[in-house]
């Protein structure tokens, strides 16, 4: 029995020996008082105790399945069907061997004879994570975001910022009404007037496809040592080994 039958017993017993009102013990079981006269009359004229048990316990469902049933699904899934998933499993089932059973039914009926499916093994990245650069100044991320920075005490304004990839330092950060080019030139005069050069840098979501820096992107611009040569002659900043320097002063 379970435990709140065995509570209706206490119940009923103590109402029995005058110890406890038929009001009481509804109040107690959270029943009716007419439900609690009929669990006293069952429990006088039925036996006792096990009276107040459910009925149907101990018994079979008439709507379970048949033993042999589920010995032929095992049977026809370990023979003709096996490596299928069970909701493919009952498909077949139902269109080959006129044998309508629901996906859980099935699930259940293959790990009740230990029968488990592999899990599908998941697909491997194509493309993992970037490494990032092994030293500070290779390249630059470049970008810029609209946010409410400072709430509601001001209006939302666009952060442009350029980060060194090897060491995550902020080159340069400079606030804009809207994303703009002038934004973009003024944090890398900083990023260049505090550490030079890089050898690269990457952005995304310039304002145009015609934007001047994309087109002076020594990553993917300067391609001949000729090319590089003549960058590095235009700017204040000596490379040394293909690292930035910054100037002396």
């Not at 310039?206 to 002076?216: D, I």
């Not at 300067?222 to 930035?244: F, H, N």
Request: overall charge positive; glycine content about 8%.
């Amino acid at each position: 029995m379970t435990r709140a039958e065995w509570k209706k017993v206490l119940v009923v017993e103590k109402i029995l020996d005058g110890h406890m009102t038929n009001a009481e013990g509804a109040a107690v079981l959270g029943l009716g008082v007419r439900q609690v006269i009929r669990l006293k009359k069952k429990y006088v004229e039925e036996g006792g105790a096990q009276a107040l048990a459910h009925g149907n316990r101990g018994r079979k469902p008439k709507h379970a399945i048949p033993e042999e049933v589920k010995d032929h699904v095992v049977g026809l899934y370990t023979t003709t069907y096996h490596g299928s998933n069970n909701c493919r499993f009952a498909e077949l089932l139902e269109e080959h061997e006129s044998i309508k059973l629901s996906t859980p039914s099935v699930r259940r009926i293959l790990l009740s004879k230990g029968i488990k499916q592999a899990k599908p093994r998941r697909r491997k990245k194509a493309h993992g994570p970037r490494q990032r650069k092994p030293q500070a100044g290779m390249l630059w991320q470049i970008d810029a975001t609209p946010y409410a920075w400072l709430e509601d005490r001001a209006p939302s304004f666009t952060l442009h910022a350029a980060i060194d990839d090897a060491t995550g330092t902020v080159a340069g950060a400079v606030f804009r009404p809207t994303e703009c080019r002038e934004g973009y030139s003024l944090v890398m005069m900083q990023g260049i007037r505090n550490y030079g050069v890089p050898l690269g840098f990457t952005a995304t979501n310039l304002p145009s496809s015609g934007h001047p820096m994309k087109r002076c992107s020594l990553a993917s611009s300067v391609s001949t040592p000729e090319q590089r040569l003549r960058c590095v002659r235009r700017s204040p900043v000596r490379y040394s080994y293909g690292i930035m320097v910054r100037p002396s002063r």
